[in-house]
């Protein structure tokens, strides 16, 4: 999964790790409302990095 910002910091749409080849970015509508990573992000990471 892409590191976690710090607190208050906003998230990155897009992420590329380039020791796995892998670039991702998730576009979405649904707001950012809370602090923790929602858990459409996290299984979508989740996901990504299984395939």
Do not use: K
């Not at 590191?3 to 080849?21: F, H, I, M, S, V």
């Not at 670039?23 to 509508?29: A, F, K, S, Y």
């Not at 409302?33 to 990095?49: E, G, K, N």
């Amino acid at each position: 999964m892409p590191p976690r910002p710090a607190a208050g910091r906003p998230r990155r749409p897009a992420y590329a790790d380039l020791a796995e080849g892998l670039v991702g970015i998730l576009l979405t509508q649904a707001a950012m409302d809370s602090a923790t990573t929602p858990r459409l992000h996290r299984d979508f990471w989740t996901t990504a990095y299984q395939m």
